[in-house]
């Protein structure tokens, strides 16, 4: 994921210390702030507890009464449970692992801090050392917060050993089948204008098939209707094989090697790689209102890869451009009756963050400051247009300007303005009630506005296939696996 940071207006919320904490966690941990909210765990040991808060105070009353002449029973006093109590600590976290002797100890504990809150001493002296300690603590909890986004990103980013296992087999059965080559695939739909042609961008063999299954469910009819999935040269044999063992209704599947069709094809292209869609974490704030309520974004925008469908789809006039994180739960046939007029792309806009807020990011280029950014999941292209107005050509040119260097990061933040300003005044607004976003960042959305959406796009890093997707909008997305495939059983593959 990128992140980008602008501002826009929100909701309040009741104090400003807790929204700049909430906008500072979001900024350096993004959305795995939201999931630990969500995931906090109310501390159920109140014995541990109690030893804590003993050892907190104890701690910071002990240098000052060290420093008391005829204290000094009171300050071995003090030393001793304040050792007794670390001692504990370290090898108790729970209740339940705690000795049986611990009551006294925290009688032992409690009149050795009465008798040291009874001594006169310097305040500011205890105020200064609660302080260090909490500062110590805060930076401890930091330290604490920090491995635990590092390991939640891991697992977002990381594919699960399960679909790693599916991948695998199906790859090795492809090659040890005979008859269910590519051969038996109905290859004359493939480049018929006239067909309904939906594009998939992916590497998930199960993400990619769930799109299918969801739209052939939602769709009336499904014989002229063609899907043509893209996937990397390591994913490929494991894709052809798992859409030639599973028929979705009437529609044909076409699984394309995209990195070999480009090589072969389109050698003037230099992007060989296929990208995914890019996610990119927007923050939007007031700083106009500063009490107000900021809220982080996912904008998902086209990756490189799409620009060269044009050029790898000669024969097709208009295709859907489904991401791989999205399911359909309505027949989208009206969309192939879209009149766009003389627009590209048409997309759902996302008119919380406009181009003008992204000034410092799209540099001197010429653009409508005013104009909504728009968002991937489901877009529909007029590739007879997209060549008159050369889309993939200005691309190219955008990219020699944006691109800083030659490193993947640089490459795919390059993402972000070159899909807004290739499409300038070219993407036609669909109805904002044709895609439901933010099902894999966002928290609570109601159950009714879910199941009426004709689409669902979990944007995000809490992708629905993963452990970590949000558990009250999986089965959505979960209703549409195939349920009678032997190796997501021998792979354990339980999303």
Partial sequence: MMDFSDNMRRPRVPSADELEKAKACQLEFGSYCLWSIEHKEVMKDAIVKKLKDQLFVARSYYPSIAKLKGKEALTRELKQNIQEHERVLSESIVDADLPSFIKKKIERMDRAIARAKSCTVDCNNVDKKLRQILHMTDDEAHFHMKQSAYLYNLGVHTMPKSHHCLNMRLTVEYFKSTTLDSDDSPVHKFNVPDHRHYVILSKNVLAASVV???????????????????????????????FSRNAYRESAVNVINYEHIILENLPEFSMQQLYMPE????????????????????????????????????DLKKVIVLDDD???QRDLSFLWNLDMGDKVNAAVKFCGLRLGQLRNLLGEAMYDPQSCAWMSGLNVINLEKWREYNVTENYLQLLEKFRNNDDEASLRAAALPISLLSFQNLVYPL???????????????EEKVIRTSASLHYNGNMKP????????????????LARDERFMDECNVSP
């Fill in 279 to 314: 996610e990119f974490r927007v923050f939007i704030s007031s700083f106009e209102r500063p009490t107000e309520k900021s809220r982080m974004e996912y904008l998902s925008v086209f990756s490189h890869s799409h620009f060269f469908i044009p050029e790898i789809f000669k």
């Fill in 465 to 480: 296939w993963l452990e970590l997707g949000i558990p009250n909008y999986r089965k959505y997305w979960k209703r549409f």
């Fill in 431 to 445: 109805d904002e009630r044709l895609t439901l976003s933010g099902l894999g960042y966002q928290y609570g959305i």
């Fill in 212 to 242: 299918i299954n969801s739209s052939v469910s939602s769709s009336e009819e499904t014989r002229n209707v063609v899907f043509h999935v893209l996937t990397d040269a390591q994913n490929f044999y494991a894709m052809k094989h798992w």
């Fill in 326 to 328: 999205v399911i359909v």
